[in-house]
């Protein structure tokens, strides 16, 4: 144990003690021998400035949270709704529109069809909402397609999957932001002008928000959530009766209408089929429960499952009714600075103006701008996966103050954000590079668990087989149909970045597969002590207080210390070894000239020359550069030193055999270990290292 004992006399002698003194536990709380846990304070930054800082970030994101309140961030179903299916339930809000855009190619009378493509679309929701459900089950590690591809299909096939979901994700962000905006303007037309700054100011704030951790950025998310479902539901009740009552008003003309092209396209299967495609971004999202099944409270799986079930019977109700309402009112796609479908249809069931009308379209875009909460929450988690695997950075696996994946927060962040600015905020645009992901997702996830019943053949796994059996076929057939109808107005792009990303994943898993066999111990090795000889090279600037404490250090490493002075002065270097051989004894000092006033390369080129010399019948010692360096007190103050220091350091590090080391001499360390103004090991000291 670390500590003392005090005795403590008392006034009485029944008040003798002892009273046991635990240094350590300001900063640890004991738990066995050798065994500390760190509490809050060892993590407090000591300097002002990082005091200062620590503030300023924990009022930004919140306080640091422990390992052991994680299982108090879990997910309620309640939170968990807004949080995992903002994503698929606000697509339902530019669905239709993708769908009319295409259909009036054949002109206005064309778009009465779009609902039948809509029913289709949410039939093949169900199918994924339960094929989706069985994952949740099988799979409450979480991790979606990219974990049952993998265990089933294999490492490709997951990657794959991976490397279309981190797209997806992207596209999430930028996709529902871009409309988010676009609902806006429906209403404030001006705010169009300004739609990228919009854009960009609400993803640096659900960056925060989700930097703070999820269950805070759920209670964020809800209410907008829960408003616009509710209002939603009104909206499309209330055309709905508009229609059976046939009371329906009549809609003005909206001044941005694409009109049919002259002469129209005939109806045939091929647009329908890019109706269809374009209608199927309404199931972008759908997988993201499952990707996140450890957020939830136990039990994870069910709870995930009866979610998943939620979502799918919202999206499917809100996406047919506000397409149904729209075509019965005789609603038009518009061009993207015009008003959306679902602003049109809000507009004529609530009326222009009204303020259930502007209630409904603040919602709508509140529920986009959270829409993108669902990449945010599963991007980092399937990163961190990713990460632990061997397949990305392994900072992605890091979770930050607030038990958040802080690394693929901020990736997710900022790729999304230049893709908005690149785009210039065009949903329509950036459309076509969103489905095809979506679908390779679906379509690996479903033949790996066709793949995983046939293997464990639990209880009920026929009927399990069936319905992932049928959500692979279909969702490949629509991957296919997406993949064909968009490839020229962008899906090719999605083509090429998925290889090019599992290839960049392998890359690493590589890189980090080669150092793993360089840094294995073979199971038999036992620890000795070192059998090769070591020497210390001291680069030294000046005589100073820094450079003699980096001496000492250097002796206590070796018997052998060199200290090498490098100067384009000759008259320096005969005064700075006259003051050398006076005031540190014991210590060879090498003088190299450099007339062409290089530091770096004259230092290398001689221990070069050190190492030449050495006996080729015995190893090569470790050479340990100790580098001498002057710490000032003030941030502000250390731009003016170290500057060859840290030169010296990035040319040093990875040189074979050797051991880089910093001695820092601070300006206060003499007062603060009890010693005069006048450290007793150094003479009057020079200036400090530059």
Known sequence: MIGGRKPIQGRKPADRRIRVERPHSV?????????????????????????????????????????????????????????FSSDAISSSAYATDEILRVLVLAGAAALAISIEVAIAIAILLTVVSFSYRQVCRAYPSGGGAYIVARENLSQIAGLVAAAALFIDYIMTVAVSTASAVAQAYSVWPALYDIRIEIALTSICLITVANLRGLRESGNIFALPTYLFVGLALLMIGLGVAHVVTGTVP????????????????????ILLLRAFAGGAVALTGVEAIANGVPAFK????????NTMTMMAILLGVLFIGITFVGTRFGIQPTTEAGPTAIAQVSSAVFGAGSPLFVLFQIATALILFLAVNTSFNAFPRLAAILATDGFM??????RGDR??????????????????????????????LYSVGVFVCFTLSQVGMVRHWLTVKEPGWRWRLAVNGLGAVLTFVVLVVVASVKFMN????????????????????????????????RPDFVAAPPGREERAVVPV????????????????????????????????????????ERQVPGVPLVIVESPYRALAGPLMAYLD?????????????????????????????????????????????????????????????????GISDHDPDVDDGGRPSE
């Open 298 to 305: 136990p039990p994870e799986s069910k709870n995930a499952a």
């Open 490 to 521: 962008g899906a090719w792009l999605v083509l090429v970045l998925i290889p090019a990303l599992v290839a960049l994943m392998l890359f690493i898993n590589r890189q980090y597969a080669a150092s793993a066999r360089q840094l294995a111990v």
């Open 541 to 580: 600037p000046a005589l100073n207080r820094a450079v003699v404490r980096a001496v000492n250090v250097a002796r206590s490493i070796s018997d052998e210390v060199l200290a090498v002075y490098i100067s384009d002065d000759p008259e320096d270097s005969a005064a700075m070894r006259s003051l050398w």
């Open 27 to 83: 900063f640890f709380r004991y738990t066995g021998p050798g065994q500390l846990v760190a509490k809050p304070a060892a993590s407090r930054p000591t300097t002002p400035l990082g005091a200062a800082l620590s503030r300023v970030k924990q009022a930004v994101f919140g306080r640091p949270l422990a390992n052991e309140e994680e299982i108090g961030e879990r997910l309620s179903k309640k939170l968990a709704l807004p949080i």
């Open 609 to 673: 020359v050190l190492d030449r010399a050495w006996p080729p019948d015995k190893p090569e010692p470790i050479t340990f550069i100790v580098i001498p360096e002057y710490v000032a007190s003030h941030w502000w103050e250390r731009i003016l030193y170290n500057q060859s220091a840290r030169q010296l350091r990035r040319v040093l590090l990875g040189r074979p055999h050797t051991v880089v080391m910093d001695v820092p001499y601070r300006r206060d360390d003499p007062r603060k270990f």
């Open 250 to 269: 009549a809609l003005p003309d909206p001044a941005y209408v694409i009109k049919p092209p002259d002469p129209v396209e005939a109806l045939t299967i």
């Open 393 to 398: 950075p392994r900072q992605f696996s890091i």
């Open 403 to 432: 038990l958040a994946f802080s690394w693929g927060i901020v990736v997710l962040a900022a790729v999304a954000a230049a893709l908005l600015v690149y785009f210039q905020g065009d949903v329509h645009m950036l459309i076509p």
